[in-house]
């Protein structure tokens, strides 16, 4: 029934900006707690940011705060990450996910994972 597409990703220089898109193909996405992940090559998931349904309640990561926003629009069933001041270390695979748990849930409860979208931020 919930079925995400992330999409924006692409290569940036240091400094630079990207805002991440995540699109849900189901009619249920005002429902949930919405977050964004990412995967690094050899790295474990990380936790990026979450918003719950209403837009009331967010949590960031200490490495992006102060530097990603994220925000979600029901009305078009779609999540977001605005990406500023890029490192190189934020280089990965970003995904978006579903659960029906607050922004304290671990990454254990979120369902109906994206395919992905890379970013690539260069020196």
């Known amino acids: 029934q919930v079925q995400l597409v992330e999409s924006g990703g692409g290569l940036v220089q240091a400094g630079g900006s990207l805002r991440l898109s995540c699109a849900d193909s189901?009619?249920?996405?005002?429902?949930?707690?919405m977050g964004w992940f990412r995967q690094a090559p050899g790295k474990e998931r990380e936790f990026v940011a979450a918003?719950?349904?209403?837009?009331?309640?967010?949590r960031y990561a200490d490495s992006v705060k102060g530097r990603f926003t994220i925000s979600r629009n029901n009305a078009k069933n779609t999540l977001y990450l605005q990406m500023n001041s890029l490192k190189p270390e934020d280089t990965a695979v970003y995904y978006c996910?579903?659960?029906?748990?607050?922004?304290?849930?671990?990454?254990?409860?979120?369902?109906?994972w994206g395919q992905g979208t890379q970013v690539t931020v260069s020196s």
């Open positions: 189901g009619r249920t996405f005002s429902t949930y707690t």
């Open positions: 996910a579903a659960t029906t748990g607050n922004v304290y849930s671990p990454a254990s409860t979120y369902r109906n």
């Open positions: 918003v719950t349904n209403s837009g009331t309640y967010i």
